[in-house]
Nanobody, 117 residues
Framework: QVQLVESGGGLVQAGDSLQLSCAAS????????MGWYRQAPGKEREFVAG????????YYADSVKGRITISRDTAKDTVFLLMNSLNPEDTAIYLC??????????WGQGTQVTVSS
């Protein structure tokens, strides 16, 4: 089992930056990919960014490219999401996931990000 805890969300103004964290615990050695998704009210969950654990390959949704950076701290089993130039359309619950061998996906509870105009 893997447990994921997100943190760092909050209320910010348009144009601000925010860094989210996702701390993994449990059988973290089995994780080979981690990612961030977001879900706004009344909308479907959408992919934001992902990172492979072995090769540090990163990839992003087109809607956030150039504004958002995903990174990780292997020693702390933590993945970060740095978001710049935030706008109200970024308002959502941000969720972290981890994919382990066998393809099973674990999810965190999410952290709320609200961007005021």
């Amino acid at each position: 089992q893997v447990q994921l805890v997100e943190s760092g969300g909050g209320l910010v103004q348009a144009g601000d930056s925010l860094q989210l964290s996702c701390a993994a615990s449990g059988r973290t050695f089995s994780i080979y990919h981690m990612g961030w998704y977001r879900q706004a009210p009344g909308k479907e969950r959408e992919f934001v960014a992902g990172i492979t654990i072995s090769g540090d390959n990163t990839y992003y949704a087109d809607s956030v490219k150039g504004r958002i950076t995903i990174s990780r701290d292997t020693a702390k089993d933590t993945v970060f999401l740095l978001m710049n130039s935030l706008n109200p359309e970024d308002t959502a619950i941000y969720l972290c996931n981890a994919v382990v061998g066998g393809g099973y996906t674990y999810w965190g509870q999410g952290t709320q990000v609200t961007v005021s105009s």
